[in-house]
Structures are given as structure tokens and as C-alpha cells.
């Protein structure tokens, strides 16, 4: 038999399409060919091949070889297809059972001797071979990673000579084991000091998924507050978690097996670029709102951020993805993050501190907060003063304030309530859901009008006030939404940190 065919997976965005391996031996001067739209490092795997099977004591065919990575119009890119390849020519040239590869996917890049070396995007492969009801063999490298998909038998090779005695049946390869997950503890709540309304805030935004913004003069505990966020959220969910690590899998960036279910938490400095931040490059990537997936994304210094690279945050923050289009192709990743932006109130930072040591002019500290856009502004939820704490609450034998332990427990409560109710977080609720689960008592209705008269308010946040209302009743435990939580919510809508708005 001068034909074999061998099973791998692509890598396209977070997806693993599968991709057919066929290897044709014929008559004429040697060479070798591959076909079906190879970048430069599948082009390359010609030299890695020939070198692997020859060190493995194969013999390479003499013959031409034509290898075909079908569908023809699919992009093939990296190392990936080094194994299948090597796998295809031996199998055609009968050195391997043709009949055992039917039954397994391979992935993995080949070195000048046979060593089997790790690829990235194998979550997504692990998970759609099981799909497939097929086997996969990887890497060794590579184990750890592939077994968080459960559904799926992973085995693992180190290198080309053993994956062949599997298939001739001489050896059997180790199943690949999933690591025990890392009980990491992150920062904790009791660090804080004092800043009773931001803890208070902070809570709300893990109860119902929130966005928040907290405004305050530097070395007021900003940065100290949205890094506990983490800690207050419920623990991410298996299919959450498999969501999460294929996003850093296929990312370049790494994926630590022990850690897996962990959420996220991004801090992209105020320089990073748009396609940073969003994803995107000739061969698309995921950006740092993806890698957020299931967690937090921190922006520091808001309005040193370039405004072309806050505005693509608009879409995600409603939709929860973000389309990548290309000339060539199109990609889509997951984004369904939670945003907290942290700020000085002006240039100088102390607009409004007790101090009085601002000098910046209402012009400047107008262009400083117009620098962020009403539309983005207007999808944050929360907005909140951090102001600066006096000496006295920064003794290291002050009282500290609950732990995040303590906190947590109302926010798995409300969490679960609200998962009862609607099967979502509050902040994920839309409109008509917001309508039917946020109704509000007798003479409400006219409270929230003043509200939004009086603050200039758009439908959005009018539906935002709604939803955070409906969490804070929700952490207080009652079935409705009373006065005090409305008041509460409004209270969390600051009309003066708008664009265009004086020093306050």
C-alpha cells in the first residue's frame, strides 16, 4: 500500500479543526512535497522528518513522497504536524501497521533525533478528539495539559520510536495523568486597611459580576483593592476552567496545569497596544481580555491608556467575545471578563484631597477625565471614591477589616441565589431579564427617574442602577428590591467623574 492517512488537529483561534494527514508514495527521483496551504515551519518539517525517522533506524523511502494536510483551504502552521507526517511516510512505506493509526490523533514536533517536543493549543485538540472518539497521542511534555480533558484517552511519548512500538504493538505508552490542583491562595481582604465604601463596592462586584471603577489620589490602596477581587469570586466551574485554559494554551504564553482552576487576573500596563489588549496579529492570537476569560482584567491608570485601545473595549464588555478579522481568515475568541480601572481624580492626583495640595485648573482636570469616553464609562457599573486614609489607620496594629474568607460567603450566597433565580449573574442579565427580575416597590419607580433626570443618565445605566440593586437586595437576602438598595446603587453612579466635568 502506497497510501496512509493519519489524523491531527489544526490550531484556529481557540478551536482544533481536525486536519487529515494523507502520505502517497510513487515511482520517480526522490523528493518529498507537502501540500494544503503549509506555512513556513510545516514546509520546514520536511528536513525534521527525514532526520527523526532515520535516527529512529527507519528506513526513509527513496521515493517521491506527496503529503497532503486536507482541508486544502485551512491554514497549517508550526511544528504540530511533524508526528502525523513521519507517522504517514513509515505507514505507506510499510514499516507500521497502516490499520492501527485509524484509531488515534497525533500531535507533536519532531527533533533532528526523534525527540518528541511539546506544541501549544493542545486543550482545544484533547477536547475535540474526544468529540471525535478518537485516541490522542502527544508529547510528553504536553501530558499534563492534554489530560484536563477527562473524555478524551491521552497517552504520551517522548519520542518517534516509541509512538511506532505502540502502533506495532511492541510497547504500550502511559497515560497521560492529570495534575492535583493547586490550592494557591491569593491576596487577601484583611490586608486592607480602613476604605469601608470601596470594600463595600468590591464586594457587590463579585456578588453580581460588576464592573468597577475606583477613582483616587495615588498610594490610596487601588491597585491594593482590585488585586482581592480574585479571591471573592466563586470558584470557577469545570467547563469554566476548560474555557479558560484553552485560551492560554493556544495563547504562546503557557498554561500551568496545577493551576488551571484558578481564575484569572490580568494587569496590562497603560502602554500595551490594542492588539495587546484585544488579540490579533497576522496569525491571531488571544489579547489580554481573553486571557481574562472567567476573571478579572485590571487597568491601572485609566486615562494614560490610549484612547483607540480602550474603545475596543466596548463591544466585549456587552457581547463577552471578540471577533479578529483578517484578510486571510477570521478568529474568535471568548472575553466574558470582569473589568475593574483604577484613576487619579486629576493629573496631580490630589483633586478634592483635604489637603488642598491640587493645583491642577479645571481645563486640565476636564481634558484629564474626558480622555475616557462617556460610552465606556457608562458600561462600568460601580464608580467609586477611594480617598486617602489618615496615618492612623495604616498602623500595623490598627484593626483590619474582615478577611476574604468572611466576605466570600455572602458572595457565594447572593451567587447562588441568583443562580436559582435566572441561571446567571446579575450583571449578565439582559433586558427583558433585568425587567422581569428587577422590579422595584411602590414609589421607586419615581426615585430612579429623579435619579436619572437629575444625574443625565442614559438606558444603560438606568438598567445598571437595576441590576446592581437587584445584587445588593440579593447579598441582604431579600426576595425584593427595597428603597435603601436602590439608593445604594444610585449612589455608585458618579455623575461628576464624566467626561467634561469640573474638579470635584
Given at each position: 500500500?502506497?497510501?496512509?492517512?493519519?489524523?491531527?488537529?489544526?490550531?484556529?483561534?481557540?478551536?482544533?479543526?481536525?486536519?487529515?494527514?494523507?502520505?502517497?508514495?510513487?515511482?520517480?527521483?526522490?523528493?518529498?512535497?507537502?501540500?494544503?496551504?503549509?506555512?513556513?515551519?510545516?514546509?520546514?518539517?520536511?528536513?525534521?522528518?527525514?532526520?527523526?525517522?532515520?535516527?529512529?533506524?527507519?528506513?526513509?523511502?527513496?521515493?517521491?513522497?506527496?503529503?497532503?494536510?486536507?482541508?486544502?483551504?485551512?491554514?497549517?502552521?508550526?511544528?504540530?504536524?511533524?508526528?502525523?507526517?513521519?507517522?504517514?511516510?513509515?505507514?505507506?512505506?510499510?514499516?507500521?501497521?497502516?490499520?492501527?493509526?485509524?484509531?488515534?490523533?497525533?500531535?507533536?514536533?519532531?527533533?533532528?533525533?526523534?525527540?518528541?517536543?511539546?506544541?501549544?493549543?493542545?486543550?482545544?485538540?484533547?477536547?475535540?478528539?474526544?468529540?471525535?472518539?478518537?485516541?490522542?497521542?502527544?508529547?510528553?511534555?504536553?501530558?499534563?495539559?492534554?489530560?484536563?480533558a477527562t473524555r478524551v484517552e491521552v497517552s504520551t511519548a517522548r519520542t518517534l520510536l516509541e509512538v511506532c512500538g505502540m502502533l506495532d504493538g511492541r510497547r504500550a505508552l502511559p497515560t497521560a495523568v492529570r495534575l492535583p490542583t493547586s490550592t494557591h491562595s491569593g491576596p487577601d481582604m484583611a490586608d486592607v486597611r480602613g476604605q469601608i465604601q470601596a470594600r463595600r463596592a468590591l464586594e457587590i462586584a463579585a456578588a453580581g459580576g460588576h464592573h468597577l471603577l475606583l477613582v483616587g489620589?495615588?498610594?490610596?490602596?487601588?491597585?491594593?483593592?482590585?488585586?482581592?477581587?480574585?479571591?471573592?469570586?466563586?470558584?470557577?466551574?469545570?467547563?469554566?476552567?476548560?474555557?479558560?485554559?484553552?485560551?492560554?494554551?493556544?495563547?504562546?504564553?503557557?498554561?500551568?496545569?496545577?493551576?488551571?482552576?484558578?481564575?484569572?487576573?490580568?494587569?496590562?500596563?497603560?502602554?500595551?497596544?490594542?492588539?495587546?489588549?484585544?488579540?490579533?496579529?497576522?496569525?491571531?492570537?488571544?489579547?489580554?481580555?481573553?486571557?481574562?476569560?472567567?476573571?478579572?482584567?485590571?487597568?491601572?491608570?485609566?486615562?494614560?491608556?490610549?484612547?483607540?485601545?480602550?474603545?475596543?473595549?466596548?463591544?466585549?464588555?456587552?457581547?463577552?467575545?471578540?471577533?479578529?478579522?483578517?484578510?486571510?481568515?477570521?478568529?474568535?475568541?471568548?472575553?466574558?471578563?470582569?473589568?475593574?480601572?483604577?484613576?487619579?481624580?486629576?493629573?496631580?492626583?490630589?483633586?478634592?484631597?483635604?489637603?488642598?495640595?491640587?493645583?491642577?485648573?479645571?481645563?486640565?482636570?476636564?481634558?484629564?477625565?474626558?480622555?475616557?469616553?462617556?460610552?465606556?464609562?457608562?458600561?462600568?457599573?460601580?464608580?467609586?471614591?477611594?480617598?486617602?486614609?489618615?496615618?492612623?489607620?495604616?498602623?500595623?496594629?490598627?484593626?483590619?477589616?474582615?478577611?476574604?474568607?468572611?466576605?466570600?460567603?455572602?458572595?457565594?450566597?447572593?451567587?447562588?441565589?441568583?443562580?436559582?433565580?435566572?441561571?446567571?449573574?446579575?450583571?449578565?442579565?439582559?433586558?427583558?431579564?433585568?425587567?422581569?427580575?428587577?422590579?422595584?416597590?411602590?414609589?421607586?419607580?419615581?426615585?430612579?427617574?429623579?435619579?436619572?433626570?437629575?444625574?443625565?443618565?442614559?438606558?444603560?445605566?438606568?438598567?445598571?442602577?437595576?441590576?446592581?440593586?437587584?445584587?445588593?437586595?440579593?447579598?441582604?437576602?431579600?426576595?425584593?428590591?427595597?428603597?435603601?438598595?436602590?439608593?445604594?446603587?444610585?449612589?455608585?453612579?458618579?455623575?461628576?467623574?464624566?467626561?467634561?466635568?469640573?474638579?470635584?
Amino acid at each position: 500500500m502506497n497510501l496512509a492517512l493519519v489524523h491531527g488537529r489544526a490550531r484556529t483561534g481557540v478551536r482544533a479543526p481536525a486536519v487529515r494527514v494523507e502520505v502517497h508514495l510513487s515511482g520517480g527521483l526522490p523528493r518529498m512535497s507537502i501540500v494544503g496551504l503549509p506555512e513556513a515551519a510545516v514546509r520546514e518539517s520536511k528536513d525534521r522528518v527525514r532526520a527523526a525517522i532515520t535516527c529512529a533506524q527507519y528506513e526513509f523511502p527513496a521515493r517521491v513522497i506527496t503529503i497532503n494536510l486536507a482541508p486544502a483551504d485551512l491554514p497549517k502552521e508550526g511544528g504540530r504536524f511533524d508526528l502525523p507526517i513521519a507517522l504517514g511516510i513509515l505507514a505507506a512505506s510499510g514499516q507500521i501497521p497502516l490499520d492501527a493509526l485509524s484509531q488515534y490523533e497525533f500531535l507533536g514536533e519532531l527533533g533532528l533525533t526523534g525527540e518528541l517536543r511539546a506544541v501549544d493549543g493542545v486543550l482545544p485538540a484533547a477536547l475535540a478528539a474526544a468529540d471525535a472518539g478518537r485516541k490522542l497521542v502527544v508529547p510528553a511534555g504536553n501530558g499534563a495539559e492534554a489530560a484536563l480533558a477527562t473524555r478524551v484517552e491521552v497517552s504520551t511519548a517522548r519520542t518517534l520510536l516509541e509512538v511506532c512500538g505502540m502502533l506495532d504493538g511492541r510497547r504500550a505508552l502511559p497515560t497521560a495523568v492529570r495534575l492535583p490542583t493547586s490550592t494557591h491562595s491569593g491576596p487577601d481582604m484583611a490586608d486592607v486597611r480602613g476604605q469601608i465604601q470601596a470594600r463595600r463596592a468590591l464586594e457587590i462586584a463579585a456578588a453580581g459580576g460588576h464592573h468597577l471603577l475606583l477613582v483616587g489620589p495615588p498610594g490610596c490602596g487601588k491597585t491594593l483593592l482590585a488585586s482581592r477581587l480574585p479571591g471573592l469570586l466563586p470558584e470557577a466551574s469545570e467547563d469554566e476552567a476548560l474555557e479558560s485554559a484553552a485560551i492560554a494554551s493556544v495563547s504562546g504564553r503557557g498554561l500551568d496545569p496545577a493551576r488551571w482552576r484558578e481564575r484569572p487576573f490580568r494587569a496590562p500596563h497603560h502602554t500595551a497596544s490594542a492588539v495587546a489588549l484585544v488579540g490579533g496579529g497576522s496569525q491571531p492570537r488571544p489579547g489580554e481580555i481573553s486571557l481574562a476569560h472567567h476573571g478579572v482584567l485590571f487597568l491601572d491608570e485609566l486615562p494614560e491608556w490610549d484612547r483607540r485601545a480602550l474603545e475596543v473595549l466596548r463591544e466585549p464588555l456587552e457581547s463577552g467575545v471578540v471577533t479578529i478579522s483578517r484578510a486571510a481568515r477570521q478568529s474568535e475568541f471568548p472575553a466574558r471578563f470582569q473589568l475593574v480601572a483604577a484613576m487619579n481624580p486629576c493629573p496631580c492626583g490630589w483633586a478634592g484631597d483635604a489637603s488642598g495640595r491640587c493645583r491642577c485648573g479645571v481645563d486640565a482636570i476636564r481634558r484629564y477625565r474626558s480622555r475616557i469616553s462617556g460610552p465606556l464609562l457608562d458600561r462600568i457599573d460601580l464608580h467609586v471614591e477611594v480617598p486617602r486614609l489618615p496615618p492612623a489607620q495604616l498602623r500595623h496594629n490598627a484593626p483590619s477589616g474582615e478577611s476574604s474568607a468572611q466576605v466570600r460567603e455572602r458572595v457565594l450566597r447572593a451567587r447562588a441565589a441568583q443562580q436559582a433565580r435566572g441561571g446567571k449573574a446579575n450583571a449578565r442579565l439582559d433586558q427583558a431579564e433585568t425587567n422581569a427580575t428587577c422590579r422595584l416597590a411602590a414609589g421607586d419607580d419615581a426615585l430612579l427617574e429623579r435619579a436619572v433626570d437629575t444625574l443625565q443618565l442614559t438606558a444603560r445605566s438606568l438598567h445598571r442602577i437595576l441590576r446592581v440593586a437587584r445584587t445588593i437586595a440579593d447579598l441582604d437576602g431579600r426576595t425584593g428590591i427595597e428603597s435603601v438598595h436602590l439608593s445604594e446603587a444610585i449612589g455608585y453612579r458618579r455623575a461628576d467623574w464624566a467626561p467634561g466635568a469640573g474638579a470635584g
